[in-house]
Structures are given as C-alpha cells and as structure tokens.
Nanobody, 121 residues
C-alpha cells in the first residue's frame, strides 16, 4: 500500500509564496512521473506542473515563471514552489505519482489527499 501525504497549503496574500510538499510512503520500488494538479471550485482538475523521472519539467502556461516543481528521489518526494501567487491560483492542489511497487508490476498512479491554497487579493 502506497500513500501520499501533502503539506504546505494555506492562506497567503497576493504576491506571496508557498511551498507544497508531497511524500510517498509504503512499498515503493520506483517512481516515474510526479505531477501537481489543482482544482478550483466548480472547475475540473487541471495539470499545474509535471516532472519526469529524468528531471524534465513542464508547466501550465498560467504558472510558467512563477512556479517551480522539483523532486527528491531519495525521499520519494515532490515539491511545488509557488511564487508571486495570484487570487486565481486559489484551489485544492493534489500531487500524483506514478509508482511501481515491485520490478515486475506495472506502474500505477497514486493520488494525495489534496491541500488547500487560498490567495487573497
């Protein structure tokens, strides 16, 4: 059983910063992609940032230049540094990892429980 635990959300004023963390625990052989998604009230969940096992990153256009995704493979963790936050960044942020629990099982996506980020104007 693999679980993801997120932390770092909260309330911040526009222009401020937050750093989200997500750590995996349990039976883990390897982790492929690590992704942050967000879901605002009344909207669909959407990709914010992605980092491959090789460290290649991709971002939603709305966060390019403001957010930075990084990973620590030794800690089975992914981070999202969020700078110059805007009210439209307000959402629940979810981490997702594609995890292989043994060398011979297929990798599967695991979701975190979500952490609320609220940006006031």
């Amino acid at each position: 059983q693999v679980q993801l635990v997120e932390s770092g959300g909260g309330l911040v004023q526009a222009g401020g910063s937050l750093r989200l963390s997500c750590a995996a625990s349990g039976s883990i052989h390897s982790i492929n992609d690590m992704v942050w998604y967000c879901q605002a009230p009344g909207k669909q969940r959407e990709l914010v940032a992605h980092i491959s096992s090789g460290g290649i990153t991709n971002y939603a256009d709305s966060v390019k230049g403001r957010f930075t995704i990084s990973r620590d493979n030794a800690k089975s963790a992914v981070y999202l540094q969020m700078n110059n936050l805007k009210p439209e960044d307000t959402a629940v942020y979810y981490c997702n990892m594609v995890v292989r629990t043994t060398p011979w099982t297929a990798p599967r996506p695991i979701w975190g429980q979500g952490t609320q980020v609220t940006v006031s104007s």
